[in-house]
């Protein structure tokens, strides 16, 4: 197989007929589905690897590594050094190579973000998927059921590939949400307290398990459910850059911003009592940067002062 042609699947920039040759090349033989299954993966742990090379790194140089830098693991994968690769897989997991093969052979795979990382996967039926921070999602190698069914906990946006006669469903928690082909974000860290679904094409179908409510989406309508109320809003595109690795703020206060980046980085932000903090932000960071890079920018042009407990994971706005 052209090893270009696989660069640009697992990218998901190839075409109908590019992608239906890639899959008859996988399908073909079980020694094909194993060396994919293997690049997969190091996309997929390269983004890992990233942020512990911080230390080492300056930003000018991330920012050069970051398109390229599966190429890189790949290119070490083809010199023969994949030992360090698979090391560090293991160490990263607490799981050795016999439990990932007992994870296939059970037919469930899945995929857990960290803090302040993205990450972008194809699944079998050509769906692609981006996985926002601390989010997981699980899924099977192969959809072979009259449904195709993955659970997500935290952020998601899906491209799915059409196949009426095979429904797509996300399941989050209490909710459901059930496609044909179609664009579409879901939010659920804490589905309990807010559960967030962004329509951009085609149309979702959106299932509370305990109940026969259901709610149709059209293009371009988002519904937030919370606790205490169901809003049907208009969608915000800059809401889904973090695809890209960046994080839009569109007139946020403080306050919210502190708890957007607590969600993302899993560090707590303790903003001084007392303080009344009315002004509000909208901007775009690198959401590489950190939070207490994204807080110290703010800073610059307002009173007040942000300090950073690195030991503690603690961040204080004063």
């Known amino acids: 197989m052209n090893f270009d042609l696989l660069k640009k699947y697992l990218d998901g920039n190839t ?9 008859c090349w996988i399908k073909s033989s079980p020694e094909n589905e194993k060396e994919f299954n293997h690049l997969r993966r190091l996309q997929d742990i390269s983004l890992w690897r990233l942020s512990g090379e911080k230390h080492i790194l300056s930003r000018k140089k991330q920012r050069k ?6 190429w890189g693991i790949a290119a070490v994968f083809l010199a023969g ?3 360090s690769v698979f090391i560090y897989h293991r160490d990263f997991f607490g799981q050795d190579e016999d439990m990932a093969l007992k994870d296939k052979f059970m037919g469930m795979q899945q995929i857990v973000v960290p803090a302040g990382q993205s990450v972008k996967l194809l699944l079998a039926d050509g769906t692609n998927v981006w996985l926002n921070s601390k989010s997981k999602l699980v899924f099977p190698s192969t ?6 069914v993955v659970q997500l906990q935290g952020e998601g946006f899906f491209e799915v590939a059409h196949d009426p006669q095979h429904p797509f469903i996300v399941e989050v928690d209490r909710y459901s949400v059930k496609v044909l082909g179609t664009e579409f974000n879901v939010k659920a860290y804490n589905p309990d307290k807010h559960f967030e679904t962004s329509l951009l094409s085609g149309s979702v179908e ?3 398990k305990e ?5 149709l989406l059209k293009p371009q309508e988002c519904v937030i459910i919370t606790d205490s109320e169901v809003k049907l809003t208009t969608i915000d595109t800059n809401s889904f850059l973090w695809r890209d690795g960046i994080l839009s703020l569109d007139n946020r206060s403080i306050y919210e911003i502190a708890s957007l980046l607590e969600q993302y980085y899993d560090t707590k932000i303790n903003i001084a009592e007392g303080r009344t903090m009315t002004r509000r932000y909208t901007g ?7 939070a207490a890079h994204i807080l110290k920018v703010l800073e610059l042009q307002n009173d007040f002062k942000v300090g950073n407990d690195t030991i503690n994971n ?3 706005i004063e």
């Open 206 to 208: 959106i299932n509370r």
């Open 211 to 215: 109940s026969s409510e259901n709610l």
């Open 284 to 290: 775009k960071f690198r959401l590489q940067d950190g």
């Open 143 to 148: 959809f072979n059921d009259s449904q195709r």
């Open 81 to 83: 050094i994949f030992l």
């Open 15 to 23: 075409s109908q007929s590019e992608r239906e040759e890639v899959f």
């Open 314 to 316: 603690l961040i204080t």
């Open 65 to 70: 590594m970051i398109s390229p830098i599966f």
